[in-house]
């Protein structure tokens, strides 16, 4: 299922260093996945000139290393510049500042570090208004005002759950005076974070972060927007969308170059199965610029720009072989290969040519420690109250996930009847339960994309070595009437 690749795919990637080499003989692509691998992107297209093509394009996004711009503290300013997420969850005990639930002690979160000026690398768009932390997940980014102020009129537009906020601290860069921006939830009050909880997005899975934010009133439904305007509904499955797969083979089949925006909504919406290996034909018609003019004109893959309040997303075409044909020889990308992923713009640099998302994905690694180290202790804590407690079953290597939630609420009912647990804070399973499938939805990231060689979305995703044939499509919120 696309839920379970997501999540394993992600887990690596989240876990992996900036500029890691990936696997087998996808890693000279998989490498270039890293937010912070901008430069090695770069290397990949610079070979260009030397062998008589066109020279790379120019950059559209620069790395500027720790320490090389101004982070002297301005006035009234505090809080930390950046802060680190860790890519393990570890045990944490409750902060009991009322923000946690103070009588459960126990819990799993993902540890957070300060990080100064000094270690701190920035993505800094070509016009110098935003700048990201040059890390694989970033928790906040910096911009003007101005960039900010624009965001969120689309933001706002669209009714999307979150809006941008400024504070605690700015830098300076190229001249101009950026300021830290975070994400706030739409009508709960802005909260200056320092190391502790960061705002729930109330989802964690890609695609139902990337609805909510773009204001769609559907976790699993998004309007794909072609060309001059044409659009059409996407409600993906597990791990693909019927009308995406029609509008990949009618890319594929479009030899003589003429697929404009009306035959390829006729093509998405129409009731036809794809031809015969659908993965092979369109990995191979795109490869190395195959379908560069039609692409430009339905504005899909690397010419799919989505502004604030819309998104990006990206579907594998799957070969009957299982390998990606989009590049040549053609590689076979193992078994974490995405059906697709969702990603929402919450940002554009004031001269349109950087992009800044908003992403989030279902954590396996938390919820699979939850599952297994949270449960011994609580089983040892309530066991430790004697009488009944004595009684509660241990967690076997063979139990399927229904016996380990049967098990796992008898724990939690056990801790319901403590004494001590119903004075010191009346619910203590509901608000176990709250904050054990809450706090991934605190661990969602930015991350930038431009308008120069290897920097869109579609090429970075692409070469992250998680997609086959890949295809992404602009996506905004659904047009009430046509849902």
Request: charged share 25%; hydrophobic share 35%.
């Amino acid at each position: 299922m696309q839920v379970q690749q997501e999540q394993q795919a992600e887990r690596r990637r989240a876990a992996a260093p900036p500029g890691r080499t990936a696997r087998g003989p996808a890693s000279a692509l998989a490498a270039l996945h890293s937010t912070a691998g901008n430069a090695a992107v770069a290397q990949l297209f610079a070979p260009a000139a030397s062998h008589g093509r066109e020279p790379a394009p120019v950059q559209r996004i620069t790395d500027h290393p720790g320490g090389s711009y101004d982070a002297r503290p301005q006035p009234g300013e505090r809080g930390p510049y950046f802060v680190a997420q860790g890519s393990e969850p570890r045990w944490a005990m409750g902060a009991g500042d009322g923000r946690e639930p103070r009588d459960i002690r126990e819990r799993l979160r993902y540890q957070l570090a300060e990080v100064g000026p000094a270690d701190a690398p920035l993505r800094v768009a070509d016009d110098g208004t935003l700048a990201v932390h040059g890390v694989d997940e970033p928790k906040e980014f910096y911009a003007t005002q101005a960039v900010v102020d624009s965001a969120n009129a689309s933001l706002r537009a669209v009714n999307s759950t979150v809006e941008l906020t400024t504070g605690g601290r700015s830098i300076g860069v190229g001249g101009l005076r950026l300021l830290r921006v975070q994400p706030t939830v739409v009508g709960e009050q802005s909260t200056e974070n320092q190391l502790g909880q960061f705002v729930s997005l109330l989802r964690s899975t890609c695609i139902s972060v990337a609805c909510s934010l773009i204001g769609s009133e559907h976790a699993k439904r998004a309007q794909a927007v072609l060309g001059d305007g044409g659009n059409f509904l996407l409600t993906p499955g597990s791990d693909s969308d019927d009308r995406a797969n029609r509008l990949a083979d009618a890319v594929a089949g479009d030899t003589a170059g003429s697929l404009d925006t009306a035959g390829a909504l006729a093509a998405a919406q129409g009731g036809g199965t794809p031809g015969a290996d659908l993965g092979r034909r369109y990995g191979e018609a795109t490869w190395d610029g195959g379908r560069d003019a039609t692409e430009e004109r339905l504005g899909i893959n690397k010419y799919a720009s989505p502004g604030p309040g819309e998104g990006f997303a990206i579907f594998s075409m799957l070969a009957a072989d299982n390998r990606d044909h989009s590049v040549s020889p053609a590689v076979e990308r193992g078994e974490n290969v995405w059906g697709y992923h969702f990603a929402a713009v919450v940002a554009r640099s004031l001269d349109g040519s950087c992009q800044v998302t908003l992403e989030n994905y279902s954590r396996n690694e938390f919820d699979e420690k939850a599952r297994t180290g949270l449960y011994d202790v609580l089983l040892k804590r309530a066991k430790s109250g004697s009488g009944w407690f004595s009684q509660l079953k241990p967690l076997l290597e063979g139990d399927d996930q229904k016996a380990f939630k049967a098990k796992f609420d008898e724990v939690l009912a056990a801790l319901v009847r403590d004494p001590e647990v119903k004075r010191n804070r009346g619910m203590p399973r509901l608000q176990l339960q709250q904050d054990f499938e809450d706090h991934t939805c605190r661990s969602w990231f930015f991350r930038v994309y431009g308008g120069g060689a290897g920097e869109s979305f579609h090429e970075q995703q692409a070469a992250s070595g998680y997609f086959n044939n890949p295809m992404t499509l602009r996506v905004a919120r659904p047009d009430p009437a046509g849902q």
